[in-house]
């Protein structure tokens, strides 16, 4: 005699297969936000060293602009103490 499916046996076999592709679907899902999440991470950390970068760089000018600063005044103070000095002594 032929196995018949029965009704029962037909709504099981639905139900396994929705449980199983339902799990398996979510799987795929998680994957894909986990690989998004990690990609926007990538490209925000990008842009985060791309500010620290231009901000270093910026800070080194400064200070090269400070140090030309500082020997300017000491040769203008200098300059100063001459004229001084040359105007005093004639």
Known sequence: MKSETTFVQLVESIQ???S???AQAGRAVNISLT???WLIGYYIAEYEWKII???ENEGKKSRELATAL?????LLKERRSALITAAVTG
Do not use: C, D, I, P
Not at 70 to 74: F, G, P
């Open 16 to 18: 396994n297969a929705h």
């Open 20 to 22: 199983g592709l339902t």
């Open 35 to 37: 690989l998004r999440n």
């Open 53 to 55: 970068r231009a901000v």
């Open 70 to 74: 500082k020997e300017s005044m000491a």
